[in-house]
C-alpha cells in the first residue's frame, strides 16, 4: 500500500510532499523483506482482507490509470488498518509506542506544509486522511487506552 500512496502521488505531480511515504515504502519493502526469514506465517482474516484490498488497489489503479482513485482508495485501506490497529491497542494497550506515530504526525504536518501554493488538492488526501486523522486517532487511542488500563489496575478489590 506504501507503493501505492508513493508512486501514484508522484505521478499526480507531489515532489517534497512525498518524502514521507517514500520513506514509509522503503520502510515496509524492509519489513517485507525481513519477514519472509524471520516472520510467522499467522494472520488473521483481517489481515488477508486488507491485503485483498491492496491487491484490489493496484488492479483497479493499472485499470483505470487513475491516480487519484488510487489514492483514495488508499485513504480507504488506511482507515480499515487504523481500526483493526484501534482494537488491538484496546485489548493491548502497550502494544504500541505514541512516539512513532506522533512522529509520523509530524511528518505529516511537514508534507503538508511543502504543498503550500499547490493547487493539486489531491496531494494533501493521504497527508490529512492517513496522517492526521489515522495516525492522530491511533496515538489518540493509545493514550486513552493506557490511561484507561492505569486506572483499572489503581482500583483495590474492595471497590469492585
Known amino acids: 500500500m506504501n507503493g501505492i500512496v508513493f508512486f501514484s502521488q508522484y505521478f499526480e505531480g507531489g515532489r517534497q510532499s512525498i518524502l514521507i511515504a517514500l520513506t514509509f515504502f522503503i520502510g515496509s519493502f524492509i519489513v517485507l523483506l525481513l519477514s519472509i526469514k524471520y516472520g510467522t506465517r499467522d494472520t488473521s482474516k483481517w489481515d488477508k482482507l486488507l491485503f485483498g484490498f491492496a491487491l484490489a488497489t493496484i488492479g483497479l489503479w493499472f485499470l483505470t490509470r487513475s491516480n487519484v482513485t488510487a489514492i483514495w482508495l488508499t485513504v480507504l485501506i488506511d482507515f480499515a488498518a487504523t481500526t483493526m490497529m484501534i482494537l488491538k491497542v484496546r485489548a493491548a494497550p502497550d502494544s504500541e509506542e505514541p512516539l512513532p506515530w506522533i512522529l509520523a504526525i509530524v511528518a505529516y504536518i511537514f508534507s503538508c506544509l511543502s ?35 492505569k486506572t483499572v489496575e489503581n482500583i483495590s478489590p474492595a471497590e469492585i
Open 115 to 149: 504543498l503550500v501554493g499547490s493547487h493539486d488538492y489531491i496531494l494533501y488526501v493521504r497527508p490529512v486522511f492517513g496522517g492526521f486523522i489515522c495516525d492522530g486517532a491511533l496515538w489518540l487511542a493509545i493514550l486513552y487506552y493506557r490511561k484507561t488500563k
